[in-house]
């Protein structure tokens, strides 16, 4: 080891001389000065490691010495000496910046003990610097860590909201690579979809790059030939985020045609797909070139996040686009159809009816004629011809006619009709109407039915129409082995003559299957949708036809929803209130957002639009659903990640504050014991030299009572006043003690405790909150010593304790006690405080609530208590009653295992 280099300055020649060449002799290299002012001038030539120096010089002294040469240096070593100096004069000393006082005569051992505890002190110091140096960068770094997480995790919330607005696709790609780069911090980003089996550049956003280098990649997208780097195709193909930290020594990164410069070159790239339902459709590229920092596994993972909010929302805005599209083209469509269907039907109906009525004039025109004699067979020749042209007439219709007289005989039918039913109608003719319906009525799905309405017909003088469910029909000789069930709508109207008098009924049946097929085919299209539909009445809301998709989605089956009133799935009156004024207002919802019952009982997300259109003859309304269960469980999800963020920062700000405490305390107990120690050391000094003044004082007075006797009250006081200062310093010692056992730095594994002695500790810290306007009592019970984290628990104390006192604002009893009960420890922190209301006890270890003002707490302090009892496998509970006061209950086990 290197020698020590000593400045010694005393003005006694003999003193200077002799103790230098002691110290010589003991391996010390001595420079020596005879006053402070020549001290000043060796010491500025050649510096010095320690500085003896007397306390006593004329002109300059001792105390100006060490602070001149402390400012100077403050790491060398100052020790003063003196023969007669005062306790005053040594604390002065010491407090600016002397390591030890040592009195004459001067012994090489005292002097080698105290540079032995002085350098102690000054590599301690070194050593306690240099830690809290590395431990605030430490929590700088840790801050500014969790600072920025923070911050993009709440630009992802944000941008998830954002992007599910969109309803554009293009405009949603052409902001994504900018709400990236601005968002996740990146420096460049890119946007790539899948065409025909290759990836083609759709969007970019460059931050800091040249005006030209934008240029070149717009140019690239409008010509569509931007040339793609090979682990962008691997991306896509497998599926999976590819991350390279230091991309410039790899050639085939290098994009010679876009890269203008070696500072253009990127230097780290992260890839990831943008799926849509699992699958990718394209790559998000994006790449730090000019940030200071590197990326970390939690920038990829918000990176992931970012491209699967995008792909959702893209699946989104394609889902309601191509729904939409459909809905429209087929109502469209059909719509369209059943117009034209029903158009032509009126017509043939029409002239049907013109037809049949024509001819039953003839018909009975010819009855007439045929009475009269033979002159009227000219007439009744002409009578047949038109007849037959009639019958030429009915049988070009396309619906079926047949003819009945006032007598209920049939009098014309034409061959559609026969094709119909599968008769020869011919063999009817002035037949009873009644054995016709005998022979036909088991064609009609519904035979009893179609009877009842053949007998109102008869009977009633008026024009009638029916829709007939369906009749078996043959339209072709294949089909009278195998009958096509048909709908037909049958009409029967009353024939008059010129006289206005009945003569007749006509029977019209016309074929509307195919109007009735395009209403089955709405039916198929929505049944055969993987989405939810469901179509339900206008005036009542009651559901005429749901598919598979809507009846799993709701835990029923399809049978079971047909018939119950939709609105009624509706979770709250006014999401139902909303929808029924849009279709009264507006004949339409589009993209409607709310919650819907199902079978159980519980509500789920869905979105749906609703239509107000034509199915048939019927106006209905038609929806389109899509659930948004799994979207609205991801925001949630989102939203618990940001939670548990904030309370892990929480944790660590905490456990920061207790490491900052306990070097603080380190720091206060050092200041603290240096001077202890000199007043400790001189007061000794001083009770030793009284009793030998006692001692010599006695002899002197022996014969002098008096004198005897004052000197004997003297002695008392001084005695008296030396009790004091033991008390005092030793009270100061015990509350250094307490500093440090509080703070615990080096107590991270579980040790044994004293829970008594960490109340005790946290109540002395806490004095200064409570003043005299807090009373504490204490009732502790007989309990063992436990394993536990001891500085975690004397957190705890302290904020219970705390708590308590700003629960009391005016005055107040705190009252402690500990039991134990079993294999636990049950501690209550009990206050007379304004207590807390039965709403607000369910959310007081939330982090951030607090049921104290503006300015007062954080909200942290009972969530890190809860925290803390998690970590001892302990409970907390309590009970509170408004203006009553607030007990906590801290439940601890002895027998704590981790």
């Known amino acids: 080891m290197k020698p020590l280099k000593i400045l010694y300055i005393e003005d006694d020649d003999s003193q200077r001389i002799s103790f230098a060449k002691i110290l010589r002799k003991n391996g010390y290299i001595v420079t020596a000065a005879s006053s402070g002012k020549k001290g000043f001038k060796k010491f500025s030539k050649s510096p010095s490691d320690i500085i003896l120096c007397d306390l006593n010089m004329p002109g300059i002294d001792g105390i100006q010495v060490v602070k001149k040469l402390k400012k100077e240096n403050p790491q060398v070593i100052c020790i003063v000496t003196s023969a007669h100096g005062s306790i005053k004069s040594a604390m002065k000393a010491i407090e600016h910046g002397a390591y030890d006082f040592i009195t004459k005569p001067l012994h090489i051992e005292e002097f080698n003990s105290s540079l032995k505890r002085a350098l102690e002190q000054k590599k301690l110091q070194e050593e306690i610097h240099d830690y809290a140096s590395g431990l605030e960068e430490m929590v700088k770094k840790r801050t500014e860590k969790l600072n920025y997480a923070n911050k993009q995790l709440t630009a992802l919330n944000k941008l998830s909201n954002r992007l599910s607005k969109f309803r554009n696709e293009d405009e949603l790609i052409n902001i994504v690579p900018e709400l990236l780069t601005k968002s996740l911090d990146f420096d460049r980003s890119l946007l790539l979809l899948e065409n025909d089996g290759k990836l083609m550049l759709r969007s970019f956003y460059f931050l800091h790059d040249s005006k030209k280098m934008n240029k070149i990649v717009k140019r690239y997208i409008k010509e569509g030939n931007f040339p793609v780097i090979q682990p962008m195709p691997q991306c896509f193909k497998e599926n999976r985020t590819i991350f390279k930290k230091n991309i410039k020594r790899i050639r085939s990164w290098e994009i010679k045609s876009i890269v203008l410069s070696k500072r253009e070159l990127p230097s780290s790239f992260v890839l990831t797909p943008i799926r849509v339902k699992n699958k990718p459709i394209g790559v998000l590229a994006g790449n730090l070139q000019y940030h200071p920092r590197e990326l970390e596994p939690q920038d990829i993972v918000r990176f992931e996040t970012f491209a699967n909010i995008v792909g959702l929302s893209i699946d989104k805005i394609r889902g309601y686009h191509n729904l939409e599209r459909k809905v429209k083209e087929r109502t469209r469509s059909l719509h369209t159809v059943n117009i034209e269907l029903k158009k032509k039907a009126r017509q043939l109906e029409k002239t049907t009816i013109d037809l049949a009525e024509g001819n039953i004039q003839l018909l009975a025109v010819k009855e007439i004629l045929e009475e009269k004699n033979e002159e009227m067979q000219d007439i009744l020749s002409e009578l047949s011809q038109r007849k037959n042209e009639l019958q030429s007439l009915l049988d070009s219709s396309l619906s079926g006619i047949l003819m009945v007289n006032t007598d209920g005989k049939i009098v014309a039918a034409n061959q559609v009709f026969s094709e119909f039913f599968g008769v020869d109608a011919e063999k009817f003719i002035?037949?009873?109407?009644?054995?016709?319906?005998?022979?036909?009525?088991?064609?009609?799905?519904?035979?009893?039915?179609?009877?009842?309405?053949?007998?109102?017909?008869?009977?009633?003088?008026?024009?009638?129409?029916?829709?007939?469910?369906?009749?078996?029909?043959?339209?072709?000789?294949?089909?009278?082995?195998?009958?096509?069930?048909?709908?037909?709508?049958?009409?029967?109207?009353?024939?008059?003559?010129?006289?206005?008098?009945?003569?007749?009924?006509?029977?019209?049946?016309?074929?509307?299957?195919?109007?009735?097929?395009?209403?089955?085919?709405?039916?198929?299209?929505?049944?055969?949708?993987?989405?939810?539909?469901?179509?339900?009445?206008?005036?009542?809301?009651?559901?005429?036809?749901?598919?598979?998709?809507?009846?799993?989605?709701?835990?029923?089956?399809?049978?079971?929803?047909?018939?119950?009133?939709?609105?009624?799935?509706?979770?709250?009156?006014?999401?139902?209130?909303?929808?029924?004024?849009?279709?009264?207002?507006?004949?339409?919802?589009?993209?409607?957002?709310?919650?819907?019952?199902?079978?159980?009982?519980?509500?789920?997300?869905?979105?749906?639009?609703?239509?107000?259109?034509?199915?048939?003859?019927?106006?209905?309304?038609?929806?389109?659903?899509?659930?948004?269960?799994?979207?609205?469980?991801?925001?949630?999800?989102?939203?618990?990640?940001?939670?548990?963020?904030?309370?892990?920062?929480?944790?660590?700000?905490?456990?920061?504050?207790?490491?900052?405490?306990?070097?603080?305390?380190?720091?206060?107990?050092?200041?603290?014991?240096?001077?202890?120690?000199?007043?400790?050391?001189?007061?000794?000094?001083?009770?030793?030299?009284?009793?030998?003044?006692?001692?010599?004082?006695?002899?002197?007075?022996?014969?002098?009572?008096?004198?005897?006797?004052?000197?004997?009250?003297?002695?008392?006081?001084?005695?008296?006043?030396?009790?004091?200062?033991?008390?005092?310093?030793?009270?100061?010692?015990?509350?250094?003690?307490?500093?440090?056992?509080?703070?615990?730095?080096?107590?991270?594994?579980?040790?044994?405790?004293?829970?008594?002695?960490?109340?005790?500790?946290?109540?002395?810290?806490?004095?200064?909150?409570?003043?005299?306007?807090?009373?504490?009592?204490?009732?502790?019970?007989?309990?063992?010593?436990?394993?536990?984290?001891?500085?975690?628990?004397?957190?705890?104390?302290?904020?219970?304790i705390i708590n308590s006192i700003q629960a009391m604002p005016a005055k107040g009893t705190l009252t402690i006690s500990s039991r134990l009960i079993g294999n636990n420890i049950h501690i209550k922190f009990a206050d007379t405080g304004i207590g807390i209301p039965k709403d607000k006890l369910e959310k007081i270890f939330d982090p951030g609530y607090t049921t104290k003002g503006v300015g007062v707490g954080t909200g942290l302090g009972l969530s890190i208590c809860y925290k803390i009892m998690q970590e001892h496998n302990g409970e907390i509970r309590v009970k509170s009653k408004l203006n009553k006061g607030t007990t906590f209950e801290i439940i601890i086990p002895t027998n704590l295992k981790v």
């Not at 016309?510 to 009445?537: C, G, M, N, Y």
């Not at 519980?602 to 269960?629: N, Q």
Request: net charge neutral; aromatic share 8%.
């Open 430 to 800: 002035q037949k009873n109407i009644k054995e016709f319906n005998k022979k036909i009525r088991l064609k009609f799905a519904f035979p009893k039915l179609f009877n009842e309405k053949v007998r109102s017909f008869l009977k009633s003088e008026k024009d009638h129409s029916v829709h007939v469910d369906h009749a078996a029909m043959f339209r072709d000789a294949l089909e009278v082995l195998k009958p096509v069930h048909r709908y037909l709508s049958l009409y029967s109207s009353i024939v008059h003559d010129r006289n206005d008098k009945i003569v007749g009924r006509v029977w019209a049946y016309t074929d509307i299957t195919k109007e009735k097929e395009s209403d089955e085919q709405v039916h198929a299209i929505i049944e055969v949708s993987p989405l939810p539909f469901v179509i339900s009445r206008v005036y009542d809301g009651k559901i005429l036809f749901a598919n598979k998709p809507l009846a799993d989605l709701l835990g029923y089956k399809v049978e079971d929803l047909v018939g119950k009133v939709a609105p009624d799935f509706y979770y709250t009156p006014e999401d139902r209130e909303i929808v029924l004024t849009a279709l009264k207002k507006d004949g339409f919802l589009k993209n409607f957002e709310t919650q819907v019952i199902t079978s159980t009982g519980e509500p789920i997300w869905m979105i749906f639009s609703l239509v107000i259109t034509r199915i048939g003859s019927e106006s209905a309304i038609v929806g389109a659903l899509y659930d948004i269960s799994e979207y609205k469980a991801a925001l949630d999800k989102l939203a618990l990640a940001n939670i548990e963020i904030k309370e892990v920062q929480t944790q660590l700000v905490q456990s920061e504050k207790m490491a900052s405490l306990g070097m603080l305390v380190a720091g206060v107990a050092h200041e603290i014991n240096n001077p202890i120690g000199a007043v400790r050391s001189m007061h000794n000094t001083s009770m030793r030299a009284m009793e030998k003044l006692k001692t010599e004082f006695s002899k002197l007075v022996v014969n002098d009572t008096d004198v005897a006797k004052e000197a004997k009250r003297i002695f008392q006081i001084i005695d008296d006043a030396n009790e004091v200062i033991d008390i005092g310093t030793e009270k100061v010692g015990l509350i250094v003690k307490q500093l440090k056992s509080f703070a615990r730095l080096d107590e991270a594994d579980l040790q044994k405790a004293d829970i008594h002695e960490g109340i005790i500790q946290a109540l002395m810290l806490s004095r200064h909150e409570m003043g005299n306007r807090i009373r504490v009592v204490k009732k502790f019970g007989d309990v063992p010593q436990i394993r536990c984290y001891p500085a975690k628990l004397n957190q705890l104390y302290l904020n219970m």
